[in-house]
C-alpha cells in the first residue's frame, strides 16, 4: 500500500533508524521527515500525510500538542507518540487524544504496530 508516512523526531539519528525500517518493509511508502512539532505541521500543510511517527520530547511545540493538532486539522490520521518519555501522564494524555503510544527504542515491531494503524482504518488508503 503506497502512502506518505510522516517522521517527526529532533533526533537525525531516530528519524533515519525508523525510516530504514519503513523503506525495508514498506518500499512503496514515501518517508518525509521533520525535525519539530512546528515543521510536521507545516510538511503535513504541503503533503497528504497517511501515518505519523511523532516523539513527544522536542523544542518548541511538543509532539503531543503536535499530534493533537494535525489530528485537529486532518481527523482521523493515525498517529504514533513513539518516545522514551514513558511517564504515565504522557501515556494517558495520548490514549486520550486517541494517539498510539509507543515507547522507544525503535523497532520493527513499532514499526508495525504503526503501519496496522492504516491498515485499521475502514477502506483503508490506495
Known amino acids: ?18 525510516q530504514g525500517l519503513a523503506q525495508q518493509r514498506h518500499p512503496d511508502w514515501t518517508v518525509l521527515q521533520a525535525s519539530s512539532g512546528e515543521e ?15 516523539d513527544f520530547n522536542m523544542h518548541g511545540l511538543n509532539g503531543l500538542e503536535a499530534a493533537i493538532e494535525l489530528r485537529r486539522r486532518h481527523p ?3 498517529v504514533a507518540l ?4 514513558v511517564q504515565s501522564s504522557v501515556q494517558e494524555r495520548a490514549r ?7 515507547a522507544k527504542p ?13 491498515d ?3 477502506g483503508g488508503r490506495p
Do not use: K
Open 1 to 18: 500500500m503506497s502512502l506518505n508516512f510522516l517522521i517527526v523526531d529532533d533526533s537525525r539519528m531516530s528519524r533515519l533508524i525508523l
Open 40 to 54: 510536521a505541521l507545516e510538511v503535513a500543510s504541503q503533503h497528504a500525510v497517511h501515518l505519523v511517527s511523532m
Open 96 to 102: 486520550e487524544a486517541g494517539i498510539l503510544f509507543l
Open 120 to 122: 485499521n482504518l475502514a
Open 76 to 78: 482521523g490520521l493515525p
Open 106 to 118: 525503535i523497532t520493527a515491531v513499532s514499526l508495525e504496530q504503526m503501519a496496522a494503524l492504516v
Open 82 to 85: 513513539m518516545t522514551a518519555n
